[in-house]
């Protein structure tokens, strides 16, 4: 199996949710999305979908 780069942007995964969200009727706060965003991260990393580098 090829092994690719993929970035993940929290950032960016707090504006997805933000924007599912309000189409479905919900109004959720900026810290909420955040956190929702964290656990996103963090679910993906426990299901080994992604590894965690950080910037040196």
Same mark, same amino acid.
């Given at each position: 199996? !090829? &092994?690719?780069?993929?970035? $993940?942007?929290? *950032? &960016? $995964?707090? %504006? +997805?949710? +933000?924007? *599912?969200?309000? !189409?479905?009727? +919900?109004?959720?706060? %900026?810290? *909420? $999305? *955040?956190?929702?965003?964290?656990?996103?991260? &963090?679910?993906?990393?426990? !299901?080994?979908? $992604?590894? &965690? %580098?950080?910037? %040196?």
């Amino acid at each position: 199996m !090829k &092994e690719i780069d993929v970035i $993940i942007d929290t *950032e &960016e $995964i707090a %504006e +997805f949710f +933000f924007r *599912e969200l309000l !189409k479905r009727g +919900f109004v959720p706060t %900026e810290d *909420e $999305i *955040e956190e929702l965003a964290d656990i996103t991260f &963090e679910y993906l990393l426990d !299901k080994c979908i $992604i590894d &965690e %580098e950080t910037e %040196e």
